[in-house]
Every structure is written in structure tokens, then in C-alpha cells.
């Protein structure tokens, strides 16, 4: 079942950032990095070439490159594709059956492809926690920081945040390394992490604090 195309509006700014009572800074020895289902069936809806998706991609490899040269452990979620009723459960009522296996629809965009080193969990509802070892893979390796990016803000991204902190994992949104079905979804997205569970943080932040 295809998405429907999803029209072009401007990334977010630093204008845009809504304040945080939340006082937390991302540090690389703290931190992971979790790219969330940009897979090309997530991305296909969203005009090339055209904001916001050639932000999201450019901003989303800096950030590769920044996490992997400070060491910061790097993780994909990527939905398997074809699932089956059962599997998919209530997102079938909502969403229909979704991607297929293919990997013209399951494989992630090139620009930002997983590297030797990184973990692809996979992806079964909103929340990249669901049926995974994410909290595991992060107490292993004692971070207790999770820096999302990805698509889409207002769904998978936001309800990853909320269930971060409900689990004592400090969350941070990358507001110009996400992407989301219209603007006014992409700022309810940060305007309800803000105010409830996550930072919202430019790409130039995080870079500049995960160099520090």
C-alpha cells in the first residue's frame, strides 16, 4: 500500500525550536544515535530535491559522521516489510498492510546506509523499544542518552522519545534531522517533547556538543 505524497514545506529552524525546561545536553560518552525508518518507502512520499527531505538526508549524514568519529554507538530501525496480520496488529487498521519485503521499499536510503559497527533493529509499532533490545543494547554499553533522528517527527520519532524517558534515558530530538507528513505535525512533534519528555536540539548543536 503506497503512502500518499506528502508536499514540500520548509525544515524547521532555529526560530522554530521551542524551550525546554529540561537542562540536558547530549555527551559523547553518554550518548547513542538512533535513525529511525529511513527506509525508502518512508521517504518515496516526500517530493525530491525539495525540502524537507534534502535537509533531513544532509543532516542525518552529518550527524553519522560526527557520532562515528566521537564513538558514539550508532543504531537503524528499519520495519521488516510484509508483515503479516498478526504482526502488524492495530497499525493495520490505521495504515492498511503497509511496506512490502522488497528492498526497493524496506532498504534504507544509500546516502545514510548502516557501516560496520552499527546496529539495524527492527521495527514492529511507533516505539523503536517494542519487541527490541534498544534499552538493553544502551545499558550494555552504559549510555543512558538517545539522540533520534529520522522520520516521521510526530509518530514513531515522538513516541520513541516518550517511551526513552519513561525508561530513565535521556531524550533529544534533532528538529532539522527529521521529517514529517506536513510542518504543523513536525512542531507538534517538538512542541510536545519539549514541554514533556525530550530536547529539541538543531543538528549544529548536536555536532558541536558530541565534538566537544
Known amino acids: ?22 537542562p540536558w545536553r547530549p555527551r559523547p560518552d553518554r550518548a ?29 549524514m552529518k550527524l553519522l559522521a560526527a557520532a562515528r568519529a566521537a564513538g558514539v554507538p550508532v543504531l537503524y530501525t528499519a520495519q521488516p516489510g510484509g508483515m503479516s496480520r498478526q504482526d502488524r496488529g492495530l497499525l493495520h487498521d490505521l495504515w492498511g498492510p503497509g511496506m512490502s519485503s522488497e528492498e526497493a ?4 536510503a544509500d546516502d545514510i546506509a548502516p557501516e560496520p559497527g552499527d546496529t539495524v533493529l527492527t521495527k514492529w509499532r511507533y516505539s523503536a523499544f517494542y519487541r ?28 520513541t522519545v516518550c517511551d526513552a524517558f ?17 510542518f504543523d ?3 507538534m512533534a517538538l512542541r510536545y517533547a519539549a514541554k514533556r519528555c525530550a530536547v529539541p536540539l538543531s543538528t549544529a548543536t548536536v555536532l558541536a556538543e558530541l565534538e566537544s
Do not use: K, W
Open 185 to 187: 505535525d513536525h512542531l
Open 32 to 60: 547513542a544515535v538512533l535513525v529511525h525508518d529511513m527506509q525508502r518507502y518512508f521517504l518515496r512520499p516526500f517530493p525530491a530535491g525539495q525540502s524537507p527531505l534534502t535537509e533531513l538526508v544532509a543532516n542525518v
Open 132 to 159: 527490541s533490545d534498544l534499552e538493553e543494547r544502551l545499558r550494555r554499553s552504559g549510555r543512558d542518552q538517545l539522540v533520534v533522528c529520522g522520520v516521521y517527527a510526530h509518530m514513531g520519532c515522538l513516541v
Open 166 to 182: 519513561s525508561r530513565d534515558i535521556q531524550p533529544f530530538l534533532v528538529a532539522d534531522a527529521l521529517a514529517d507528513l506536513s
Open 1 to 22: 500500500m503506497a503512502m500518499a505524497p506528502i508536499a514540500s514545506y520548509r525544515m524547521p529552524g532555529d526560530d522554530d525550536l521551542p524551550s525546554t525546561a529540561l
Open 105 to 108: 521499499d524496506r532498504g534504507l
